[in-house]
């Protein structure tokens, strides 16, 4: 591989594959390969560890490395030990779903097994089973914010997600936490000192892997910070424009015209 790459790290939804997706053959072959020659594979998602081991299962691949929850969980999966970092308070998770009222959002959680939400709604319900989840559907709100979580997330209009964009970025966030847009109709809000480049940072640190050394793929905000910490950091063409602007390259096809595997076969194979 060029550069001397001895990590790859990739994002899934919009990056690996299109959501709700099976992995491609052509990418399957390509992480076998990778792996073959000793470079290390792992992959980097909003989603909780339980969603990606499902994920790979049904895959039929295996990864050296996961993170989680953007950051807030990381799994080495050589010696399955698990790292979780910071969290939601409860009165943040308050304040978000405040300060999402004048939007049409739906908010949603993770807990172990399910997704919590208090609308259940088609986009819900094809989140859950993609990741062989329950649907858990509550009446009152205050439930999300019982207790701490790693995030909170609103799906949205995707004709509003522009607005909420712009409106937090008018108004920034004063509290111990960020929100950030990780599909075209999910925004997230999550601890500020916890992102996918902390995470991906703390396992090299681990495994003594310097930042040159890596190559990281993402497609939206919550990528960024793991593209700016790698040593080539690599947006999808389908990408946003904040993810671009930090990107070392960016890859000729999309995501639904399989543009990592494409990308891969013609750089680093």
């Known amino acids: 591989m060029k550069k001397n790459i001895k990590f790859v790290v990739c994002d899934i939804d919009n990056t690996l594959i299109v959501p709700h997706a099976s992995l491609s053959k052509p990418a399957k072959k390509i992480i076998e390969l990778l792996r073959a020659k000793g ?5 980097a998602s909003g989603r909780p560890l339980e969603d990606l081991d499902f994920m790979i299962e049904n895959w039929g691949i295996d990864v050296d490395m996961m993170i989680g929850m953007n950051g807030s969980s990381l799994r080495d999966c050589r010696t399955n030990q698990e790292y979780s970092y910071y969290m939601m308070k409860p009165e943040w998770i308050k304040e978000t779903i405040d300060l999402m009222k004048p939007f049409h959002g739906n908010p949603i959680i993770y807990e172990p097994g399910v997704v919590v939400c208090v609308k259940e709604d088609e ?16 009446d009152d709100i205050s439930y999300l914010y019982r207790t701490e979580n790693a995030k909170i997330m609103f799906r949205v209009p995707e004709n509003e997600m522009a607005d909420v964009e712009a409106y937090f970025k008018a108004h920034p966030i004063q ?6 847009k990780t599909q075209s109709t999910l925004y997230e809000f999550a601890n500020k000192h916890t992102n996918k480049g902390f995470a991906l940072k703390k396992y090299c640190e681990l ?3 310097p930042a040159y050394q890596v190559m990281a793929f993402g497609d939206t905000s919550n990528d960024n910070s793991m593209l700016a910490y790698s040593g080539l950091g690599v947006c999808m063409k389908n990408g946003s424009q904040d993810t671009k602007s930090v990107a070392d390259i960016i890859t000729k096809k ?4 399989d543009g990592w595997a494409d990308f891969m076969m013609g750089y680093a194979m």
């Not at 470079?39 to 992959?43: A, K, N, R, V, W």
């Not at 986009?123 to 509550?138: P, T, Y």
């Not at 509290?175 to 950030?180: A, I, T």
């Open 39 to 43: 470079i290390l594979f792992g992959l």
């Open 175 to 180: 509290s111990g936490y960020e929100g950030f």
């Open 207 to 209: 495994k003594q892997i």
């Open 254 to 257: 999309p995501c639904d015209q």
């Open 123 to 138: 986009m819900v319900q094809v989140s859950a089973s993609s990741s062989n989840r329950k649907v858990k559907k509550v």
